[in-house]
């Protein structure tokens, strides 16, 4: 009898422990945790109600939502926000929520399958250890320290270590660089990426992508979708790695990506008054349509790449676009103007994907459309040449149409007219190699002859950026072309020229697809305009080079010969001003034309 009053006893004994063992949780959870808005407003937790910026809030809201076994529903989280929007507050309070969840565990490791003693850990990423060190030990522990809830459970992390945050429970928070070599030979659970588009990127190494595949493989084989990728960045262009996850993240339920205005992270600051803008693509359609507060519109205006890049999260096609404003550019281009060489396959394999074509594909489709010159003027071709395996020729024809008076203004701000010289666009196209095959130089001459001989252009002048055949020049010469090699990257003032025609409305041009991407992603490097390594030139190349010399074509007296002048030159006013007259005197001629004249 007494026995099995003792088993009663120690059965009651159990049950109360079981009781108080699990009063405030379940089997997994030591204590429910609370949702991120109580965490951050309450004054239990981070007291935060009247700090934290709205849009902040809601954001936290949405990615850091929960599934139903309490864990976090998404498993990668992608924002791309405006400058001054909270991006460290987003990522600060988002390494402490998830150790909060962590804390709230009985066994944090067992919860993911881990053996007891396993380091669970959380790296915060930035472009370098610095920044890196600031957001883990200046936002996070002030974060901690001020945490009611951290310190009355005395979670605080181990004032004794400098290198990093220890938590309780085997919970490690590192503050890494783009190399993040601390976090790979650990259990590494969650992984910030801040500031994605300041990594280290060149034309060989996209150092985030490299690092994001090199943890992502290591932190799903361990965890098995309960790991979590942040990535959170100012936006930049639209080929940058943080661009690519965010589309991944639109199709993949698991995963969440938002875009935040600067209006939409503090509202606060801005009166409820909204104007629509169209955001357009490279072609000039519109993909959205944004409402703008009134009070930036004067900012949007004076430079709309910046704008919404930086102010509303949308990439541009360049980190410095020596275009500014491109949508004014859309607005030159002809509307009834033929294009009469569309570019095949467009629509499917843009810009870096073309189908092969030949100048022999050209003149066939070009003799279908019965393509000719007009009488009475002269025509320029421009090239930028290259050779190598499927490479690419920029091809482009003009001609100078006539002059128009434009109204100017001196550095004292008084206006002035000057007679500048009008271009139009005739032809413009690339030519593309098959794979393993070069470019044919002979192709190019009998496409050049078929234009001036059959087809009525009266090409005098073929200028090159850079010529790779030898015979290709002596050939041309020698057929009555004159033949000028002349560097864009040498001359920036090309460019200047060709753009300051396009506003003044002194280029009457066509859409071409292609030479519009290329156009929207030049670099203004200030010595010269350039490409991004994931774009090219060619095109823009051999228009702005046919153009500036179209447009001075009437000083050309003498023999062209080659010159390629490698010096600074102060960037013209206009396009080629050799051919303007102001005043009825003929603008002296610029150093670049003066020295290819006998």
Not at 294 to 320: H, M, Q, T, Y
Not at 560 to 568: A, G, L, W, Y
Request: charged share 25%; aromatic share 12%; net charge negative.
């Amino acid at each position: 009898m007494g026995n099995t009053a003792d088993l009663f006893q120690d059965i009651e004994k159990l049950a109360k422990e079981m009781l108080d063992k699990y009063s405030g949780g379940d089997e997994f959870w030591e204590e429910f945790p609370v949702d991120i808005e109580t965490f951050v407003c309450s004054e239990d937790y981070l007291s935060w109600k009247d700090s934290i910026y709205p849009g902040i809030l809601n954001l936290l809201r949405e990615a850091l939502q929960r599934g139903d076994d309490g864990w976090l529903k998404y498993n990668e989280c992608i924002v791309i926000a405006g400058q001054g929007c909270g991006k460290s507050q987003f990522s600060s309070i988002t390494i402490l929520y998830i150790v909060y969840l962590l804390l709230c565990m009985r066994n944090p490791q067992k919860f993911f399958g881990l053996a007891e003693d396993s380091r669970l850990q959380i790296i915060n990423c930035a472009p370098s250890e610095d920044q890196a060190f600031k957001v883990v030990f200046g936002y996070t522990v002030n974060h901690v320290n001020n945490c009611g809830w951290f310190k009355r459970k005395n979670y605080l992390p181990d004032p004794n270590v400098k290198s990093e945050l220890r938590f309780p429970k085997g919970i490690y928070v590192t503050p890494g660089s783009s190399s993040a070599k601390p976090a790979l030979g650990h259990n590494l659970l969650v992984t910030v990426f801040d500031e994605v588009t300041s990594f280290d990127k060149t034309a060989v190494v996209d150092s985030a992508r490299e690092l994001y595949n090199q943890l992502w493989g290591r932190m799903n084989k361990r965890f098995w979708g309960k790991e979590l990728f942040v990535g959170i960045s100012t936006a930049n262009t639209e080929d940058d790695f943080i661009e690519e996850r965010f589309k991944e993240c639109e199709r993949d339920p698991r995963k969440y990506c938002k875009r935040m205005t600067i209006w939409e992270s503090k509202p606060f600051l801005f009166k409820n008054e909204f104007f629509d803008y169209d955001v357009k693509d490279v072609s000039g359609n519109t993909i959205k349509t944004i409402k703008v507060p009134i009070e930036l519109k004067s900012e949007l205006e004076k430079n709309p790449v910046a704008f919404l890049r930086d102010v509303c999260g949308i990439p541009s096609l360049a980190r410095s676009p020596f275009i500014k404003d491109f949508a004014s550019v859309l607005s030159t281009i002809s509307l009834t103007k033929v294009n009469p060489l569309p570019e095949v396959g467009w629509e499917e394999n843009g810009y870096g994907n073309p189908l092969p074509f030949s100048p022999i594909d050209a003149l066939s489709r070009l003799r279908s459309i019965n393509f000719g010159g007009e009488s009475g003027y002269e025509y320029v071709v421009g090239l930028d040449l290259s050779k190598g395996v499927r490479d690419k020729c920029g091809f482009a024809l003009v001609h100078r149409k006539g002059d128009r008076s434009i109204t100017k203004f001196d550095k004292d701000g008084k206006p002035y007219v000057v007679d500048l010289p009008i271009i139009e666009l005739d032809l413009v196209t690339r030519f593309v190699v098959k794979p393993e095959q070069e470019l044919n130089f002979g192709e190019i001459r009998e496409l050049i002859f078929a234009l001036r001989n059959e087809m009525g252009f009266n090409i005098k002048l073929i200028v090159s950026d850079s010529y790779e055949s030898i015979d290709f020049k002596q050939i041309m010469l020698q057929s009555g072309f004159d033949f000028v090699v002349f560097g864009t990257d040498a001359h920036r003032e090309t460019f200047d020229s060709f753009l300051e025609a396009v506003l003044d409305g002194r280029f009457i041009w066509f859409k071409h697809d292609p030479l519009l991407y290329e156009l929207q992603r030049l670099e203004d490097l200030v010595k010269k305009v350039d490409h991004p390594t994931t774009s090219g030139k060619d095109l823009s190349d051999a228009l702005v080079l046919a153009s500036y010399f179209a447009s001075g074509r009437k000083l050309l007296k003498g023999k062209v010969i080659e010159s390629v002048p490698n010096r600074n030159i102060t960037p013209v006013i206009s396009v080629g001003l050799g051919g303007g007259d102001v005043g009825g005197s003929n603008i002296n001629i610029p150093n670049p034309l003066d020295k290819i004249l006998r």
